[in-house]
């Protein structure tokens, strides 16, 4: 049971290169999530997935795309970077509504964009 | 609006002695869940405890426990007999139930609090 793990750990782009971080769970989550951990600032929800099939912005969209290939797998795909979008990008899923309930992380992938 | 506060942005103390962290949040739900997060120095974010808004009973675990007041909107966590493993960066975060689209929970994280146990 490896939770949820995340592909590449480190990764440095040129501004204007794309991009795609992925991200897997083997919880049976319905539901996935991408945040953004930058210092002083806490974690921001950039978009999440409420179950297979659906996607919505969370607080910071902005420069970001989303794709929830399947319940396993939730990817977030940088299409121009920018300098701003270094950061540390975490993965997370979650169960609602049970005694379980809490998001469960990912490793983090930390990108610089130069 | 939802929000977070975690005024201390670093702390620092000797080993065996205890260390509260503080945690303010704002929100106008009557229902919401409360977190803490442990970011120990290899980076990933451990869960600790989730606390719903109409528990206000406080936690113990182990060395760690949790002090829930409505009344002021805090929810601070206090390590006893501190230990040089329980340096990290410390995250309290806040879901309000009316902002759960289809089981998704959006959390709002605090800025942290960078706790160092000196040997």
């Known amino acids: 049971n490896a939770g949820v793990t995340q592909t590449p750990k480190f990764q440095v782009l040129k501004t204007g290169q794309s991009m795609t971080l992925q991200c897997a769970q083997d919880m049976n989550h319905n539901s996935m999530y991408w945040y953004r951990q930058d210092p002083g600032m806490g974690l921001r929800l950039i978009y999440y997935?409420?179950?297979?099939?659906?996607?919505d912005k969370g607080e910071v969209p902005n420069g970001y795309n989303v794709s929830r290939l399947n319940k396993r797998e939730f990817s977030l795909r940088l299409e121009s970077a920018a300098p701003s979008q270094t950061s540390v990008y975490f993965c997370?899923?979650?169960?609602?509504?049970?005694?379980?309930?809490?998001?469960?992380f990912g490793p983090g992938t930390r990108l610089l964009v130069l | 609006a939802q929000k977070v506060t975690q005024a201390q942005t670093e702390i620092s103390v000797v080993e065996k002695e205890d260390v509260t962290l503080d945690c303010v949040y704002e929100t106008r739900d009557t229902t919401y869940y409360l977190f803490w997060y442990k970011q120990p120095p290899s980076g990933e974010l451990v869960f600790l405890i989730r606390?719903?808004?109409?528990?206000?009973q406080n936690e113990i675990s182990g060395r760690y426990s949790w002090n829930f007041q409505k009344s002021t909107s805090s929810f601070n966590f206090t390590i006893t007999a501190s230990q040089v493993v329980d340096s990290a960066v410390y995250f309290c975060?806040?879901?309000?139930?009316?902002?759960?689209?289809?089981?998704?929970?959006?959390?709002?994280f605090g800025q942290g609090t960078r706790l160092t146990i000196n040997p």
């Open positions: 606390r719903n808004s109409f528990d206000e």
């Open positions: 997935s409420a179950s297979e099939g659906t996607t």
């Open positions: 975060a806040l879901s309000e139930a009316s902002r759960v689209v289809q089981g998704a929970q959006k959390l709002v």
């Open positions: 997370a899923s979650g169960l609602y509504g049970t005694v379980q309930e809490t998001q469960y």
